[in-house]
């Protein structure tokens, strides 16, 4: 393909765009927060933690959310720093958990995990781990909350590696932890970052030093805390994994930084660093093989769809993650999967609660799109000749309820409300086999709640959901024979591709047993 204009290059190359992945309550939004203010894009703490209040700005978003005070979907937060172009896809992550959390990793080209020291790696963590685990993408680890007293550093990494599977490479080490917290030993640039809340100086936060066992650190933090961290340093020269820069690029070894995001403790040596090693955007998959950003003027995914962010106008935004070359307002581009052209004329970026409308973008970029109902999630729009991206993922549901129509009347509008619902991607619909009965299934159980609130309010009907107790769903592949024999005990997608839901992991082990010739895959991706 052609070269696209040297200028565009420079830009796409600028652009670093990621997604923070954690458990609730680990420091995600502190984190967020600290960074924008790096960027300039915040002058004071508080603008991100505000959406989680309940009297938070966003105010015309839809009436459950501000029920529960909580941000129902997520977006995408930009700014600049130092010569880079970063873009910070929002993961939501408390009740509001759901299928666009995995989805928006999809339009991620790196992610930072963050563990509370206390805690380790919980449960949310893992889930989304695996999202990325599945994408290959560089993952970046940092412990926070070091002014508190936590798990002891080593075993904290080695929990990563057994549960998560993944390698670690400490880039810093924490010296003392909790009430006896002094600061962190650079391993790359062999300095010390002194833990002070009363110093904003540089000077006097960092000094250099000749390596871990040079006097001048003992004489900055005490003797026992230096001959600690000299024995911990020279146990993971000896037993940690080297740095390798091939192993980060694949997602297979994670730079880990210690700190406290709260107090704004070693945040910006992980920015800097962060910088330095992720990715700018990478190229993507697609059925003419693989598009590079830098060559190729314009092409997106739709990776999620947000209804009603105003409820006096209906609208639905769709978010596209630009792949390739540069968008500007007004432009016209080629809806794939419909066949035509659209003009997108007023695109919106969200910088943490306000909409602005934007002229151009480059690939690595997030935008917002007013969709009258033409987008689905997973739609390619591009320039010139045709193509299309990788399907979109289905993962597998958590939750699973029945779903009937109230008033047996009102059936037509509930087939409908159903479909252009479940089209947003944030409830899985299924059908039994041979009734074709229609199964609900939900990552977050807060979106049962939404679907059934936007039935009633955009469709005006009432539904009953009866819980069922599965947990766990997984797409069947296998020949025609093997598949058909088994169909009793499955149900469909929304594609009709066969599916098989599970109470139990005991429940799945037996399954996978029992029926050896077909593969149970816990995503849709590649089917
Ligand atoms: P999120 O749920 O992951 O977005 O987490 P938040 O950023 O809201 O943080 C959860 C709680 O942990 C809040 O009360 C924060 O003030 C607190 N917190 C965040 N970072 C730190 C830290 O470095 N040290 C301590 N002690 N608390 C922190």
Not at 35 to 58: D, M, P, Q, W
Not at 466 to 494: C, N, Y
Not at 501 to 509: A, I
Not at 514 to 527: D, M, Q, R, T, V
């Amino acid at each position: 393909m052609s070269q696209i204009n040297p200028q565009w290059q420079q830009e796409i190359a600028k652009r670093r765009t990621f997604a923070i992945i954690s458990h609730p309550d680990a420091g995600k939004t502190t984190m967020t927060e600290k960074l924008l203010y790096f960027g300039g894009a915040i002058r004071e703490a508080g603008v991100v933690k505000g959406r989680k209040n309940s009297k938070h700005a966003t105010s015309d978003w839809m009436e459950i959310e501000k029920k529960r005070g909580i941000s129902v979907t997520s977006s995408a937060m930009d700014f600049e720093y130092k010569g880079h172009h970063i873009n910070i896809l929002d993961t939501p992550g408390h009740q509001d958990f759901s299928e666009d959390t995995y989805r928006t990793l999809t339009a991620a080209d790196a992610a930072v995990m963050i563990i509370d020291v206390a805690k380790g790696v919980e449960a949310q963590t893992i889930k989304l781990f695996k999202v990325c685990r599945m994408r290959g993408i560089p993952i970046f680890t940092f412990i926070n909350k070091l002014d508190r007293h936590g798990k002891d550093p080593f075993e904290l990494l080695e929990e990563i590696e057994r549960v998560l599977g993944i390698r670690t490479y400490p880039m810093n080490w924490p010296i003392g932890m909790g009430s006896s917290f002094s600061g962190v030993f650079d391993r790359v640039k062999s300095r010390v970052e002194l833990y002070q809340n009363d110093s904003d100086h540089e000077d006097i936060r960092f000094f250099e030093v000749s390596g871990a066992d040079d006097p001048i650190i003992g004489e900055r933090v005490g003797q026992d805390l230096w001959q600690q961290l000299q024995d911990e340093i020279s146990l993971l020269d000896v037993a940690g994994d080297q740095f390798d820069r091939g192993l980060i690029d694949k997602g297979e070894l994670s730079p880990v930084f210690f700190g406290s995001a709260i107090n704004n403790f070693g945040v910006q040596t992980f920015l800097d660093n962060f910088l330095q090693l992720a990715p700018p955007p990478s190229p993507k998959k697609s059925n003419v093989g693989l598009i590079e950003p830098g060559e190729h003027p314009f092409s997106g995914f739709i990776f999620k769809i947000q209804a009603n962010m105003n409820p006096a106008h209906r609208d639905r935004i769709a978010f596209m993650r630009i792949c390739s070359g540069r968008f500007e307002r007004g432009m016209s581009v080629k809806h794939v999967r419909l066949g035509k052209d659209i003009k997108l004329a007023q695109p919106v970026q969200f910088m943490a609660q306000d909409r602005e409308i934007i002229e151009e973008s480059f690939a690595g970029d997030v935008i917002g799109l007013f969709d009258p109902g033409i987008f689905q999630i997973g739609d390619t729009l591009c320039v010139g000749q045709s193509f299309e991206y990788e399907e979109m993922p289905h993962f597998s549901p958590e939750f699973f309820s029945k779903v009937m129509v109230k008033d047996a009347m009102k059936h037509k509008q509930f087939q409908k409300g159903i479909l252009q619902l479940t089209e947003e991607g944030t409830v899985q619909l299924f059908r039994t086999y041979p009734m074709e009965e229609l199964i609900l299934g939900v990552v977050g159980v807060l979106q049962f709640e939404v679907l059934e609130y936007r039935l009633k309010a955009e469709y005006g009907v009432d539904i009953v959901l009866t819980r069922m107790p599965f947990q766990i769903a997984r797409w069947l592949e296998g020949d025609k024979a093997a598949l058909d024999a088994i169909k009793s005990k499955t149900v469909t997608d929304r594609y009709g591709r066969p599916v098989m839901l599970f109470e139990s992991e005991y429940q799945l082990r037996v399954a996978t047993e029992k029926y050896a010739n077909i593969k149970f895959h816990e995503s849709s991706l590649g089917l």
